[in-house]
């Protein structure tokens, strides 16, 4: 096993004298304690003293000093120069405070940086928050956003603002991509010939023009020809030198002009946010470390054959099409926009040097989701003009946590038109009755919810009428490891034993590793129509669950890996999944379609009806038998005669036709269950059979007379096949006919009609 120290002794100098403070790290496990060199720190912005977020430290301070006590130091009671460090998921700079324990003075602080559990956080800090800039120059880009105005930056305004700002602004110029830029035009400078006059030995002319004719014809400092000269006919003599004009390559060109005044503008632009920082904060050491990153490149020797441009030359064919210019072009379009974009939601990222690397990956993904479920719908939102506003002091971002922001559109297809809605921060109220939209149980706020419903009606009239879904997603960049949240694949019975005795024994100690899915199996139970819920997280292993037997995609839940990443994302994963989603919601015949109607049906409006009375169970062959949706046929007959033939045969037959006694055919005709028989002056009756499934048959009176049925009348029969064998539920039990809905007095009495098996019930005659 490696050893490590997981301790560190910090030198602090405190009137006058040098002090200890000692941090030590409570985990024997893992390395938690850190001191990086003063060029790593200073390249990333950091302090050079680092401890791990979500662990745990002690400290103790000489002298009679103590730490101030903050949401982060924890003071001892017995002794003040001791305690605790609790970063918890803090990530990023902070400012530790000392005071002396007898005067209370604040006298020193200490710069302490909390660095993410994810040893990919700077690059994944960088990359994102690069892609959300860019993604924002994009959407102020569009024709649509309000750029016709023209802001300038006011550093006095809010000064809370200043690093966000800059935040934007370094994520542009400390790209890999505007460096890598800048190296290749310096390597490879676009360059021109330039004509330059030159004094030179009349030998050794190659060329000789008007101008030179004219210099050999009257320049002086001459000397003699000799007479075998060929020039002697025309000169006696000619001059010793003569200035000519020679091809010079030169990087004087307009387009390296262009370049040298962007990444000057850069620095000046820079040098504001560094004069208006205070000395000591991280804003004004990286607004430091920028400015000397570009004036080091203005340094460069190539720069310094360049003059000022006397113009900007936007629309020449090097910096459109150049590998290198090109790229310097787009960020110099970038750079101004930038430095005016304000986003509040930057707080929750780096307010006060914080650097919360997961509230980055969440805006960093809304982005992401946006991209994707514009080009698989194929639409362009609305709404996501209003994503950039005009403000007091610039241009506003309006994407900040907890704050709703919806962006909506229809997506066209030959065989369906559906409305589409992507959902930053909804909330689903608790409080909210069926149907309306809402929880069944709690206030729920899943971090990113797509909504999907047919277009002709609104989003609330979906919602009643069990129309719409809705797919939530929750980012967690802590998440490092897909078996974290879901485990691993356990198969056999004594391992699930084990397992879950191991994760009760980890919730005991307040390590519950699993909350995450249980908080996806809360969206999918709670949230009314919700179709799956499921985790992204920056990890390589992409797992989406659906229910076990279930032979759609929806409902489920599961993860989805997407990483912050140049290269391979993850996207294409999910991309994948949610194309699927789209074909499923097509699909017409769904079982999900099914469960939406049956939903409908049964939750509606109406009140529902209790029968508690003895019914056979509801399996096997009576597995559909629901006493609402279930009819019951009730027949007259007219003699006994017409009963002993009719119990004899197992048939019952009905006069089809227009005649008052006929009865017309609809769905609950069709699928009776059941037959009820009673005759001439009978409202009692126990004579209850049970009606095969084949369904009726049509027969002639021909057909009835050779089955020797008494004195056929009509010419069409209705006729139904019935069980020999009541079942015993029914034994022994009677019914009132004329407590049934459908059921006419006098002549009437003998018309064939329908009831529910409920009503039937409710109809039953207690002894």
């Known amino acids: 096993m490696t050893k490590f120290k997981n301790e560190i002794l910090v030198k602090i100098l405190i009137d006058n004298e040098w002090e200890n403070l000692r941090i030590i790290g409570e985990s024997s496990s893992i390395q938690t304690v850190f001191e990086v060199n003063d060029f790593e720190a200073m390249e990333n912005g950091e302090s050079s003293i680092q401890l791990m977020e979500g662990h745990f430290y002690e400290y103790l301070i000489s002298g009679n000093y103590q730490l101030e006590s903050s949401e982060i130091v924890h003071p001892s009671r017995v002794n003040l120069s001791s305690g605790r460090l609790v970063p918890n998921i803090y990530v990023g700079s902070l400012t530790i405070y000392i005071s002396n324990t007898v005067t209370k003075l604040r006298c020193a602080d200490l710069k302490v940086e909390i660095r993410s559990k994810k040893t990919s956080y700077r690059s994944d800090y960088r990359l994102m928050l690069e892609e959300i800039t860019e993604k924002c120059v994009d959407l102020l880009l569009q024709a649509s956003s309000p750029i016709a105005q023209n802001f300038i930056p006011d550093f006095n305004s809010d000064s809370h603002t200043l690093y966000q700002r800059f935040a934007f602004i370094k994520s542009i110029l400390g790209s890999s991509e505007f460096n890598e830029s800048i190296h290749r035009i310096l390597a490879h400078p676009v360059t021109t010939w330039l004509d330059v006059e030159v004094v030179k030995d009349v030998r050794s002319l190659r060329r000789v023009g008007a101008s030179v004719v004219r210099q050999i014809a009257g320049s002086r400092n001459r000397i003699e020809l000799p007479n075998f000269h060929p020039l002697t006919k025309s000169f006696k003599s000619i001059p010793l030198s003569v200035n000519a004009v020679s091809k010079q390559e030169s990087v004087d060109t307009p387009e390296n002009r262009f370049v040298k005044h962007a990444i000057s503008s850069f620095s000046t632009f820079v040098a504001d946010f560094k004069n208006k920082a205070k000395i000591g904060t991280r804003l004004y050491d990286e607004t430091s470390l920028l400015e000397n990153h570009l004036e080091a490149l203005l340094d460069n020797s190539v720069f310094k054959e360049i003059g000022n441009p006397s113009l900007l030359p936007l629309n020449s064919p090097i910096l459109q099409r150049k590998e290198g210019y090109r790229e310097i072009l787009r960020v110099w379009l970038m750079f101004d926009l930038a430095a005016k974009l304000i986003w509040k939601g930057g707080e929750d990222v780096y307010e006060a040097g914080k650097r919360d690397v997961a509230a980055l990956y969440e805006y960093w993904l809304f982005f992401k989701l946006l991209d994707l479920i514009e080009d698989i719908f194929k639409i362009e939102p609305e709404s996501v003009a209003n994503l950039i506003k005009p403000t007091g002091d610039g241009l506003g971002l309006q994407l900040k946590q907890g704050k709703h922001i919806a962006v909506k559109g229809v997506y066209k297809n030959s065989s369906r038109e559906l409305n589409v809605e992507f959902s930053f921060n909804r909330s689903f109220s608790g409080k909210k009755s069926f149907p309306e939209a809402g929880s069944w149980t709690k206030g729920m706020r899943p971090d990113f919810t797509l909504s999907i419903w047919p277009k002709g009606i609104t989003q609330t009239e979906a919602e009643v009428e069990e129309l719409i879904l809705h797919i939530h997603f929750d980012a967690k960049y802590k998440v490092e490891e897909i078996a974290t949240i879901f485990g691993e694949e356990i198969e056999e ?176 005709e069709i699928k009776a269950r059941f037959l009820l028989l009673h005759g001439p002056g009978e409202i009692m009756s126990s004579k209850i059979f049970t009606l095969k499934g084949t369904g009726p048959k049509i027969l002639s009176r021909q057909d009835l007379e050779r089955k020797k049925y008494p004195a056929p009348k009509g010419d069409l029969y209705i006729v139904y096949q019935f069980e020999a064998e009541i079942d015993s539920v029914f034994q022994g039990r009677k019914w009132n006919i004329s407590l049934l809905p459908n059921y006419d007095k006098g002549r009437g009495s003998a018309r064939p009609f329908t009831a529910t098996l409920t009503e039937l019930m409710k109809a039953l005659v207690k002894s």
């Open 493 to 668: 019975e004594e391992d699930l034993e084990n397992s879950l005795n191991l994760e009760k024994k980890e919730n005991d100690k307040g390590n519950f590793k699993r909350v995450d899915l249980l908080k996806m199996h809360s969206y999918k139970d709670a949230i009314r129509r919700t179709a799956g819920a499921y985790i992204l997280y920056p990890g390589t292993v992409t797992k989406p669950y659906q229910r076990q037997g279930y032979h759609e995609l929806i409902p489920g839940l599961g993860a989805f890996a997407i990483k912050p990443s140049k290269v391979k994302d993850g996207i294409s994963e999910l991309k994948t999944f949610l194309n699927d989603i789209v074909q499923h919601f097509l699909n017409r015949a769904s079982q999900r379609e099914k469960i939406a109607f049956r939903s409908y049906d049964v939750y509606n409006d109406k009140k529902p009806n209790e029968l508690r009375e003895a019914l056979p169970e509801t399996f096997g062959k009576n597995r559909g038998l629901l006493p609402d949706e279930v009819s019951v046929l009730v027949g007259y007959y007219k003699s006994k005669e017409q009963l002993d033939w009719i119990l004899r045969n197992k048939l019952y037959n009905f006069r089809t036709g227009t005649d008052s006694g006929s009865l017309p055919l609809g769905l609950s």
